[in-house]
């Protein structure tokens, strides 16, 4: 507060003083910095939730590619076969059969049927990292090399791929399918993720089901 003397008498001017000015600017700093804390955990939040959701994703399109393709194959002419396979103690199993072409395959007009694998694959020659994908090859191309098939990823970087399927004349569960001229009933995909210490897993039915 500042008084000033005049002629006519004195004259009050109200003020803030340097250490009512200072206060008020560091509380205005301890509240900025706050609101600034608050924002950036939420934001983070929020990108690892979008994260989380964007890989569930991807398995959720995995199970629905698998059930498309799968519950519209014949057993006379998918010839379903699948091997348990380990590598390093890491489960690497893989199915094959036969099919035509079509959404589950993600190739709708290639021509002929093809031998379709799904199975895991290095990332590149020099990496450790896996991929989940299809290896397609034309069924009746006699060449017995790697120049006509076609490698489909479908999920990047897993750890692991485990296979079981049921049998219904056995009425259990078994880790190699090798009966071409019948299917499963069930097959049950269990894959590892470097993302998760639960692995993901589904059940799918190679019948069409009433709901």
Do not use: C
């Amino acid at each position: 507060m500042f008084t000033v003397q005049g002629k006519t008498g004195s004259l009050r001017i109200n003020g803030f003083t340097l250490l009512e000015i200072m206060l008020a600017v560091g509380i205005l700093g301890l509240m900025s910095l706050a609101i600034f804390r608050f924002v950036q955990a939420n934001t983070t939040a929020l990108r690892l939730s979008s994260d989380t959701a964007a890989r569930d994703s991807q398995y959720d399109g995995l199970r629905d590619l698998l059930t498309s393709e799968w519950q519209n194959l014949t057993s006379v002419r998918s010839k379903m076969y699948g091997e348990p396979f380990k590598l390093n103690e890491r489960e690497r199993d893989w199915l094959r059969w036969n099919s035509s072409a079509g959404p589950g395959l993600l190739t709708r007009y290639a021509p002929g049927d093809f031998a379709v694998t799904l199975r895991l694959q290095p990332e590149s020659d020099k990496s450790d990292r896996l991929d989940l994908g299809f290896l397609r090859k034309p069924k009746d191309d006699p060449d017995v090399g790697e120049g006509h098939e076609t490698w489909v990823p479908l999920i990047k970087n897993v750890s692991s791929l485990q296979i079981s399927y049921f049998n219904p004349n056995l009425n259990t569960w078994i880790d190699r399918w090798s009966n071409t001229s019948q299917m499963p009933w069930l097959v049950k995909v269990s894959i590892g993720r470097t993302d998760s210490p639960v692995p993901w897993e589904a059940i799918i039915p190679l019948k069409r089901t009433p709901y």
